[in-house]
Nanobody, 119 residues
Framework: EAQLVESGGGLVQAGGSLRLSCRASGFTFDDYAIGWFRQAPGREREGLSCLSSSDGSTYYEDSVKGRFTISSDDAKNTMYLRMDSLKPEDTAVYYC????????????WGQGTQVTVSS
């Protein structure tokens, strides 16, 4: 069974850093694009970043550009989201996801991990 399991969330002060991890089982990232999303209370889920395995291209949403970095370690079948200069408005549940390269939608999702940034 294909699964994504996240870890690394927690409580951090504004200006601090966290690194989220997302380990895949039952499939590899070889032919998949990976992404990170978040959902804050009362708000819709938003896409933050994605990384394509086909050409290594990356995308960052404007509010996290320059602060967040997406990466993957194929040997560990794990993706990461490094988050620096965190702000209180970054507080949300963060989700990792994967989709076959070229697919329109992400079809594999992690369970979510809470990130809380205190002011």
């Amino acid at each position: 069974e294909a699964q994504l399991v996240e870890s690394g969330g927690g409580l951090v002060q504004a200006g601090g850093s966290l690194r989220l991890s997302c380990r895949a089982s039952g499939f590899t990232f070889d032919d998949y694009a990976i992404g990170w999303f978040r959902q804050a209370p009362g708000r819709e889920r938003e896409g933050l970043s994605c990384l394509s395995s086909s050409d290594g291209s990356t995308y960052y949403e404007d509010s996290v550009k320059g602060r967040f970095t997406i990466s993957s370690d194929d040997a560990k079948n794990t993706m990461y989201l490094r988050m620096d200069s965190l702000k209180p408005e970054d507080t949300a549940v963060y989700y990792c996801a994967a989709k076959p390269n070229g697919a329109a939608t992400f079809d594999r999702w992690g369970q979510g991990t809470q990130v809380t940034v205190s002011s």
